[in-house]
T-cell receptor, first 108, second 121 residues
Framework: EVVMTQSPVTLSVSPGDRATLSCRAS??????LAWYQQKPGQAPRLLIY???TRPTGIPPRFSGSGSGTEFTLTISSLQSEDFAVYYC??????????FGQGTKLDIK | QLQLQESGPGLVKPSETLSLTCTVS??????????WDWIRQPPGKGLEWIGS???????YYNPSLKSRVVILMETSKNQFSLKLTSVIAADTAVYYC???WGKGFNWFDSWGQGALVTVSS
């Protein structure tokens, strides 16, 4: 099973600043990585797939990068609605698909 | 627009079977090559993939749960279902149904709102 490790566990950032979230895989997952945003009481929302592709409707301030075992989600100029928990997910080696434990982005 | 909706009992006794149904609207579960998934989230914790079923009815399971899980399709109702046997308190979670694109494109682009299932006597 591919273990996904996210860092940091919590990230405190001021509105308008940039946030950088990391995700590491225990083995190469090539570019088969997705990012999700989850707000309290809501289902996760897909932000990025194939490591760097945004689905229709996701604002360009969200960007993903990386391949192999190291990945980054960057949120430029944080908006109030961006404070949430973010998860990475690999879909290269399955079953099972595996998620990171999450990074909570909160307001500084 | 695709919509998914979970339904089923919110309380299950230990050792019994958890049963949930996901009703899909806005698209057929037998077309497009999609896979239909169950994912759970214990209160305050992260996400765990339970398993999926393909548009053609092939099921895939998380090895950690495989001995207790069955995922089936009910094509006439455009639904798919989850059965988890011999539940324990650690199975208490919000259960989500979701869609992935299959064929190496296995990200989850549509989700249900989630159903909280509590395991307790």
């Amino acid at each position: 099973e591919v273990v996904m490790t996210q860092s940091p566990v919590t990230l405190s950032v001021s509105p308008g600043d940039r946030a950088t979230l990391s995700c590491r895989a225990s083995q190469s997952v090539r570019s088969n990585l997705a990012w999700y945003q989850q707000k309290p009481g809501q289902a996760p929302r897909l932000l990025i797939y194939a490591a760097s592709t945004r689905p229709t409707g996701i604002p360009p301030r969200f960007s993903g990068s990386g391949s192999g075992t190291e990945f980054t989600l960057t949120i430029s100029s944080l908006q109030s609605e961006d404070f949430a928990v973010y998860y990475c997910q690999q879909y290269d080696d399955w079953p099972p698909y595996t998620f990171g434990q999450g990074t909570k982005l909160d307001i500084k | 627009q695709l919509q998914l909706q979970e339904s089923g009992p919110g309380l299950v006794k230990p050792s019994e079977t958890l049963s949930l149904t996901c009703t899909v609207s806005g698209g057929s579960i037998t077309s497009g090559g999609f896979h239909w998934d169950w994912i759970r989230q214990p209160p305050g914790k992260g996400l765990e993939w339970i398993g999926s079923i393909s548009h053609s009815g092939i099921s895939y399971y998380n090895p950690s749960l495989k001995s207790r899980v069955v995922i089936l399709m009910e094509t006439s109702k455009n639904q798919f279902s989850l059965k988890l046997t011999s539940v324990i308190a650690a199975d208490t979670a919000v259960y989500y149904c979701a869609r992935d694109w299959g064929k190496g494109f296995n990200w989850f682009d549509s989700w249900g709102q989630g159903a909280l299932v509590t395991v307790s006597s």
